[in-house]
């Protein structure tokens, strides 16, 4: 089984980092462009022309079909790898969005309550433009299962979470996002910019993973369910078991 089929993204690591330059950054090039020159509309036009182009790819992405229901097999770990094309497209949305919004704020001379509540939604655009380009240097929606814990990886923080810390499975996921339960948070280690210390709850980005979610979300209950399966992941055996028990069929 190759790491296509087996839920590795189609849109790699390097070539998600070479759309975001190409179009997220022509996107922060234009950004002065629509302060200065914002009673022109060259500037907006582009920015607009960038909105749609990442707003047809994610439609085209979409269109594609479901994300695989398996994992990429690797030594004694199970890999679910993230989104690339879906963090790249996201993170290079954002300039051209900021774009837009501050070429309308700047082009009201008299700063009105409309003009200054469109300049903080521009601001919020800003820090979710910053917080895609984290998300994608960092590789936010990786999710790995080992025999001993499991490893999630988030815009701020890579966690290590052993089995037996982990109070409850994943709680149901709400956009996306499920929750594992932490009883022992000191066995927890944690690495990252903004990683928390001894949390009650860790995030699963289950959404932003390249593999299906609701899969993921019974596979990681599967072997909290089913501690004596544990040895066998990172193993065929192991993967052909677990798809046995979720009822998946092989790719």
């Known amino acids: 089984m190759s790491q296509g089929a087996n839920g590795e993204d189609e849109l790699g690591r390097r070539n998600a980092w070479l759309y975001y330059l190409l179009v997220g950054g022509v996107g922060i090039v234009l950004l002065p462009f629509t302060v200065v020159l914002h009673e022109q509309l060259w500037p907006e036009s582009l920015s607009l022309l960038l909105l749609v182009g990442t707003g047809v790819a994610g439609v085209v992405k979409a269109m594609r079909g479901q994300k695989p229901r398996s994992f990429v097999i690797r030594p004694g770990e199970f ?10 497209n996201n993170a290079a949305t954002m300039p051209a969005v900021v774009g837009i919004l501050l070429s309308v704020v700047y082009s009201d001379d008299d700063w009105g309550i409309f003009t200054w509540m469109l300049f903080a939604v521009t ?59 932490i009883l022992w948070p ?12 001894n949390p009650q709850r860790i995030q699963l980005q289950l959404q932003r993973s390249a593999v299906h979610r609701e899969f993921l979300h019974d596979a990681v209950n599967h072997y909290l369910n089913h501690p004596e399966e544990r040895p066998a992941i990172g193993t065929r055996e192991g993967l052909d078991g677990l798809l046995g028990a979720l009822h998946v069929q092989r790719v």
């Open 79 to 88: 890999v679910a790898p993230p989104s690339y094309f879906g963090l790249a």
């Open 186 to 197: 000191e066995l927890i280690r944690s690495r990252g910019p903004l990683r928390r210390r």
């Open 123 to 181: 601001v919020a655009f800003m820090y979710f433009a910053v917080y895609g380009l984290l998300m994608l240097i960092r590789g936010t929606g990786r999710l790995i299962l080992r025999p001993d814990g499991l490893t999630v990886v988030d815009a701020f923080g890579t966690y290590d979470v052993p089995w037996q810390a982990i109070m409850t499975g994943p709680l149901p996921t709400v956009f996306g996002v499920g929750r594992l339960g």
